[in-house]
């Protein structure tokens, strides 16, 4: 009781108007930043209500909730990591500022025009030259992306050897248990996936999370729906940053023709 009354008077007395309150909702693999836009505020005392709060903050939600996987590396871990129920982040608030106002952090850094523009210039060329891979190289592209991410994927059943899943990966939460997500990959050279075509795979994925990657992106239905069934799409631009950190496979690097980083 004591510690859960400690939280509340922190929270009561240390979160001021235009703060920022992130959080992490496992179900959705998703992280979701607020703003605080009001002092502290007591509920009415309501015989009827059964709301368990009392004391709250009003709260707008700047940006739509960002994917656990795309988060910022430097944020995920003070995220993720062992904490209380609220606790101070420390001194990232123009970090979250710049990725609430749809910055990244790390180009902004070095906020030369000059600089961000061919950054921008160099993205247009890894994502053509990623999306002129073949169907296969893709599959191996996101099993490198998920291993990188922390997944477990078994390598030998990778592919062609299942008709609807392309791969399957393991994220290990400790002692909240492991959680199985399936992958399909699909490369329509210039075409979008539609919903039919995700909601027929998705009755064959069973019971595990299910991710759909689509090289060259998905309709507007598709997008839709998805987000309703909570299916993650991927498309070919989400892998930029990925394909950037030099993390590919030697084999993928050779046939994208980048510069080999090496630490």
């Not at 939280?7 to 998703?30: A, H, I, M, S, W």
């Amino acid at each position: 009781i004591g510690n859960a009354t400690g939280q509340l008077f922190r929270f009561f007395q240390e979160c001021k108007e235009q703060d920022y309150v992130l959080y992490y909702n496992p179900t959705g693999k998703r992280v979701q930043v607020c703003r605080v836009i009001s002092g502290p505020l007591r509920r009415d005392f309501e015989l009827d209500d059964e709301t368990d709060i009392w004391l709250y903050r009003r709260v707008e939600y700047p940006v739509p909730a960002i994917p656990i996987l795309d988060f910022y590396g430097t944020l995920k871990g003070k995220l993720l990591g062992p904490r209380m129920s609220f606790w101070d982040m420390g001194d990232v608030f123009a970090t979250v500022d710049q990725l609430v106002r749809g910055e990244m952090p790390n180009v902004v850094a070095a906020p030369d025009a000059e600089l961000q523009s061919a950054y921008q210039q160099l993205q247009t060329l890894v994502l053509r030259r990623a999306e002129a891979l073949n169907e296969r190289d893709w599959e191996w592209l996101v099993v490198d992306y998920l291993k990188a991410q922390g997944a477990s994927i078994d390598e030998r059943r990778v592919g062609k050897n299942h008709p609807i899943i392309d791969a399957e990966a393991r994220f290990d939460h400790g002692e909240l248990g492991e959680e199985m997500w399936r992958v399909q990959v699909k490369r329509y050279q210039g075409g979008l996936v539609d919903w039919p075509e995700i909601e027929n795979d998705y009755r064959n994925a069973g019971d595990a999370r299910f991710c759909y990657v689509s090289v060259f992106g998905f309709t507007q239905q598709a997008w839709q729906k998805a987000d309703a069934e909570g299916i993650r799409l991927l498309e070919g631009a989400d892998f930029l940053r990925f394909l950037l950190s030099g993390k590919v496979r030697p084999q993928l690097m050779e046939k994208l023709r980048f510069p080999m980083w090496t630490s």
